[in-house]
């Protein structure tokens, strides 16, 4: 799995002119599922977010974990974080999951997040969606659910 986070004031994702997910000061979590990802990895990536220290302390250091800064998401699925633009013109999707695996672990990682006591708002999987957000920072990260499985092996 791979996540594209954007720390923000506020964010909201429409489908058809209609609002589906809205949040104020958190998370956006734009997350692509690869074909030979599982629930280990969507776990792995929701440990890591919820305590990814990004939110400033009173002395503007980011020492604050979005877990206790009590920080809302809007998860977002974006398969084409998968997109590999290596050759040609056209990206490749090969390494992003079928709908059917991608839907299920996205679902999967929202739950998991919701656990965590969060507040948690989606777009809709397989729409056309507009995102409107104002980051903030501006704070953004890409993280990796094998990145740590290759680092490892280093």
């Not at 302390?57 to 920080?71: L, P, R």
């Not at 920072?137 to 680092?151: A, E, H, R, Y």
């Amino acid at each position: 799995m791979r996540v594209v986070i954007q720390r923000v004031k506020e964010a909201q994702v429409k489908v058809e002119g209609q609002i589906v997910g809205k949040i104020a000061k958190g998370l956006v979590v734009f997350l692509a599922v690869a074909r030979d990802d599982d629930e280990p990895a969507a776990d792995y990536l929701v440990k890591k977010i919820a305590e990814l220290r990004i939110f400033e302390d009173a002395q503007g250091k980011m020492n604050i974990s979005a877990q206790e800064a009590g920080t809302q998401y809007l998860v977002v699925s974006q398969f084409t974080l998968y997109g590999n633009c290596d050759k040609g013109r056209r990206p490749s999707f090969d390494q992003a999951a079928d709908p059917a695996r991608g839907e299920m672990l996205y679902n999967y990682f929202v739950k998991q997040l919701a656990a965590t006591g969060a507040v948690v708002s989606t777009g809709q999987f397989r729409a056309m969606m507009e995102v409107s957000l104002i980051n903030e920072g501006p704070v953004t990260f890409i993280i990796d659910s094998k990145q740590p499985l290759t680092q490892s092996k280093q």
